[in-house]
């Protein structure tokens, strides 16, 4: 069983300084706790919002992906999605065209050949 990742939400005097400096981070960065950030993370099911991976490849914790605009927060990220995002500028259109690009011509075709076919026995 793989051990998640959530952080220590407990003041101890013990805390190392990796937990200091994520706690400070949260609050500096995205104005919110360890409770909130780990209270996200089980409501996520304790996976990444977007592929659903369970950790990050690096063994980091889960990255807060916001909003550069209007700095709201979107969800928990693995590494690679939110390096992913962040490549794309959040372009909702780039994104599009990057998956355009990554299907290949035959799919598109096939989709619509069968499209057309299951056409033609509805009412």
Request: proline residues 1%; contains cysteine; positive net charge.
């Amino acid at each position: 069983m793989k051990k998640i990742l959530k952080l220590n939400s407990k003041l101890e005097g013990c805390e190392n300084k990796k937990e200091v400096n994520k706690r400070n981070n949260l609050k500096a960065r995205y104005n919110i706790s360890v409770e909130v950030y780990d209270n996200m993370l089980t409501n996520q099911g304790n996976t990444c919002k977007i592929c659903g991976i369970d950790s990050c490849k690096t063994g980091k914790a889960f990255a807060v992906d916001h909003c550069h605009t209007t700095n709201k927060i979107r969800g928990l990220l693995c590494s690679n999605c939110n390096t992913a995002l962040g490549l794309m500028s959040d372009d909702v259109a780039r994104m599009k065209k990057a998956i355009k690009y990554l299907k290949p011509t035959w799919y598109a075709k096939i989709r619509k050949h069968y499209a057309t076919f299951s056409n033609r026995f509805r009412d």
